[in-house]
């Protein structure tokens, strides 16, 4: 079960949710050791509330008897027996990614400067922006740049051009890097738990416009950035990640507003991390991070 | 200016409110300077929205010559002058301190034990409960224990007798040491700025009851605590400290709370402290603080 | 593999380690499934740099058909296939700790207080110091203070009553809650990862004496505590948890000692509640926990 | 004493060191009022040790009665009085910066990203770099790239060359961002408290060579990174900003190389803002950070 680091050979990662009952890590376990399956990670979790259960296992495929393709054919009657509901990703897949962008920069460039330094899996494939002051950015690292400008009355029509993009460029991750416009809830169905978004505040402590204002306006000595999947729900899809950076009286908006830059670089940044390793399992509103 | 910890000679602490105007600090500074204050600290803020400037100022009394109870009056003609109010204390007073509890008593024992290694100034005279689940803590610690049962029909006349024995035992400060009932408006008042209860939840998040559960349905990935001064808008007062820390999916509510008693024993003893130094103003319903 | 919290039967938890192989998770969970043991947690990892596998399964013992006394017995062929070194655990054995103290008591009052909350598993049965500062404390929670003055010539004689004292109230786990004395090599390798020490400073930042004054000079932003095992090399053993506070120039060594408490508390009350719930296991000289 | 962003009438900063006495802040705060100079900021802190006094004070110049070109002149009297060691600050100066670079790009790319934000205040004029690598990213944003590749026989010759580039681009503050070179003692003096590095680990643990390899295999729990002046004694120099990250037994080298680097971003950043902002005072070896 050693950890191979930059291996070429890729690994299997299965998630896993169903009903708790015994004989399904055996089960699971058994099947890999017997075609050879080198287990690289295994984490279990069960919700206390619900009783459901959750794993991921990750396994090498170097050695591993069964072809990458049969697997899941192989798998099927143990999921049945169990009614097991389950996902399988291989670690030579690259997510490709689209950024949706606003006016700040600060989210995309640290996702761009991280993708330089391999921090995280994925190609930036294309950003979408409904204005044009990051074109130049997105010109600078030759990243293709689509902008749609939105109003009251051209959002749905809008929103057709950018998923005709997605769609024919197989964004297989949005990432909402400080996109100050809320998606319309057939947008946000059509890639669920797909679309990441940064909410410059600790949630559920001020939810919607201004947070940074309401943070200065009643006076905490500690903000936050959240990090989570897009719901129809405004601000409200299971968080992923969150951080925190102390403030004080002397700072002022302004200050806040740059204070909390660096914690929504970081969480955003690892949410995306998270997301692309194959890491996060939702269970109802909430995440299992196996990290 | 020189720092002198633990001086038998008491320092005076001067704070200062007033609408801002250039003079005020050259002001006090030179009336100090005259009289052969030694200045130990100073500090000043200026609240951008409102233009009100605050001042926090401590000397040495140690040479000083004016005598302590003249101080004010020689001041009142420059007070007058820059329309301030004033707030004057002596470090040699030992606050007179009541706490309240409820049933559980972690915050309760970190705030004897602090007050064994005299890590604050201050007196617990009292303690005043509505449960009797905390009478043996106190007669261990020989602190005087009254017992205020509440329902529904008894508050104010309880109150009342609250009142008689805080205003018996001349009590500055009451401390709500995860104190589970409400006060009446018209309690608060009679204490403005001298009641600070400890909250469990990272406010405004998860206002009003039961905040470890609303946290753990939300699933966030951190949990907060926050000392405020007690208003009589439930939970708005202002805020004092916060503390902040980790939790995730594995934690159970059992968990949170746990985790949460940590920061709240730290959020209230670092508020407590704050108040008992005379470190703390109050512009609206935000605090500025002179540590 | 649901969660069950307080239950009266008792869960078995089995630490592994040997060299990595695959088969080792489906070996375990075979014979768990086959003798109906419901998986409550199951935790591995493997050490990249020795190629070492370390395992933690905790499963109920209600409904598991192998009587307690006979598990390890049936494991036996298991574990000699693999080379596995083992430690298997029933949660319902409580502890025997025994504290060691000098002068200093927030450490003590904090283990107390967190005992008498249930926050930890564990009888704490005495307390030993080589002073009589904490007697007091001591008699008024009716723990057994046990005084053994040390000095440069007694060390040994000392040391060997001790020893008699806990071995004959066979003491599970000492912690030195701010005991300022080194134990000798021969009374360490006594109680070989059953002593938890809090050391103050952030490890291995400020080795040996007065590491808050040595903060103080250097000029550091952020001190930390280290709560590890002890070895027979000074403050060298495996780090269990370590915590950290932000400090400025303001802060003396006076309030830096202030601070630090805090965070000492906190790390060495963690590991405490680690090391009873056979959550560490030792790679080396570093800890792995699984939490 | 009105706090006023983005002001084009520039304020004065007066930074003020000397032997503690009575009358310093009155003479200071009278001149100013006399002049009619709006105090903005005012700080100040006594060192315990060696009795010395340390004051920040920040003032607008529009209104004041004194030419920016004559302040120094008036104040010469009041200086020598009291022995104290000054330096005024305008803050319509823009800082030149140069940045140093060895491999590593992040800390670089952070640098530039907040610089674009007008996070901090300062031009980058140049980067100097011993390798070849960042070239790409200086063209990238447009900023002159000079490289002096170092071995053991040419490092005076080539600090000669760079000297020259920095004296000709009259270089205000030199930023070690990632330069994985020692620069020479003749180098560095001529720099003095002008030269900031960022050192990847939480000084002092693990000074010297590759301290992430060092806090993998003590087995730390929590890694650090700070900035700091550099001075003639490596690592040595006094601490500006220091910052952490919690890692666990699961992290590689890799990743905790990957994670540090994000306390290494912020850590600089911060040291970079307070320099150019004048916040920060030297006493000895410590800083004093008037934020």
Known sequence: ?????????????LLLTCKDKTGIVAGISQFLYKNNGNIIYADQHTDEETGV?????EWELN??????????????????????????HFTNKIPRIAIFVSKEDHCLNDLISRK????FKGDIKLIISNHLELKETSDLFGIPFYFFPINKNNRISQEK???AVLKKEKIDLIVLAKYMRILTDSFVKKYTRRIINIHHSFLPAFIGRRPYRQAYSRGVKIIGATSHYVTVELD???IIEQDVVRISHRDSVHDIVRKGRD?????????VRLHVENKILVCRNKTIIFD
Chains 1, 2, 3, 4 share one sequence.
């Not at 050695?63 to 399988?88: A, M, Q, R, T």
């Not at 330089?116 to 921090?119: F, P």
């Open 1 to 13: 079960m050693k950890k191979t680091e930059n291996t070429k050979e890729p690994h299997a990662v």
């Open 53 to 57: 259960f959750f794993m991921r296992i």
């Open 63 to 88: 050695g591993f008897k069964i072809p990458k393709d049969k697997i899941v054919s192989k798998l099927i009657p143990f999921f049945k027996k169990y009614k097991i509901e389950y996902n399988i």
């Open 116 to 119: 330089r330094n391999n921090e």
């Open 161 to 163: 051009k950018e998923l």
């Open 236 to 238: 409200e899809g299971p």
């Open 263 to 271: 914690i929504e670089k970081v969480a955003l940044a690892r949410a």
